[in-house]
Nanobody
Framework: QVQLVESGGGLVQPGGSLRLSCAAS????????MRWYRQAPGKEREWLTT???????NYADSVKDRFTISRDNANNMVYLQMNSLKPEDTGVYYC???????WGQGTQVTVSS
């Protein structure tokens, strides 16, 4: 079955960096677009970025030029490099596949001094 497992979250100071990972299994990873979403406390889940099967990317304005999505099709992994983190980046980060609309369990990111 389709499974997505996120990791790499944690507590970081404003201006810091984190790299999130999402391990995918149970489907042909390389042919599907992958996305990252975020849900801040008390807010709806919001889309952050997408990477297509061919590696094309796009970003929400809130994270453009600070976050970078990438994928490793050989190892069924998708990554989110997050730089210049701000307190408003705090939330649970979710990996999503367009193969059937599956979500991971999420990983918590807290940006605070």
């Amino acid at each position: 079955q389709v499974q997505l497992v996120e990791s790499g979250g944690g507590l970081v100071q404003p201006g810091g960096s984190l790299r999130l990972s999402c391990a995918a299994s149970g489907f042909t990873f390389s042919i599907y677009a992958m996305r990252w979403y975020r849900q801040a406390p008390g807010k709806e889940r919001e889309w952050l970025t997408t990477i297509t099967s061919s590696g094309n990317t796009n970003y929400a304005d809130s994270v453009k030029d600070r976050f970078t999505i990438s994928r490793d099709n050989a190892n069924n992994m998708v990554y989110l490099q997050m730089n210049s983190l701000k307190p408003e980046d705090t939330g649970v980060y979710y990996c999503y596949t367009t193969r059937g609309g599956y979500w991971g369990q999420g990983t918590q990111v807290t940006v605070s001094s």
